[in-house]
């Protein structure tokens, strides 16, 4: 069982940055490929970022490659995103989701394959 939690949200201006992390209860962290998914009222869960559990491979929804980048501390058990040039179609609740897997280099984009998620942390950016 993994038990993650968000933090590092909050109201900035457009253009401005913020990086998000995500801490991992467990030792076993390393073993799990881990993503960033976004939610906003009315509207699905949205696939921002992930990383394999290599730490090799990355994606990126397309508006945010770029802007955004994912990265992972498995000795802190914690994954990053840093958020750079933030718009205001960025506002959302931003989630952290982690899987357990035996491949080091899987990158999962799909919010259904995921079996851990945070609390969420509420990103809002203002014009």
């Known amino acids: 069982q993994v038990q993650l939690v968000e933090s590092g949200g909050g109201s900035v201006q457009a253009g401005d940055s913020l990086r998000l992390s995500c801490t991992a209860s467990?030792?076993?962290?390393?073993?799990?490929?881990v993503g960033w998914f976004r939610h906003t009222p009315g509207q699905e869960r949205e696939f921002v970022a992930a990383m394999s559990r290599s730490g090799d491979n990355r994606d990126y929804e397309d508006s945010v490659k770029g802007r955004f980048t994912i990265s992972r501390d498995n000795a802190k058990n914690t994954v990053y995103l840093q958020m750079n040039s933030l718009k205001p179609e960025d506002t959302a609740v931003y989630y952290c989701?982690?899987?357990?897997?035996?491949?080091?280099?899987?990158?999962?984009?799909?919010?259904?394959?995921?079996?851990?998620w945070g609390q969420g942390t509420q990103v809002t950016v203002s014009s």
């Open positions: 989701a982690a899987r357990a897997t035996t491949f080091y280099n899987t990158v999962l984009t799909r919010s259904m394959l995921y079996d851990y």
């Open positions: 467990g030792r076993t962290f390393s073993m799990h490929v």
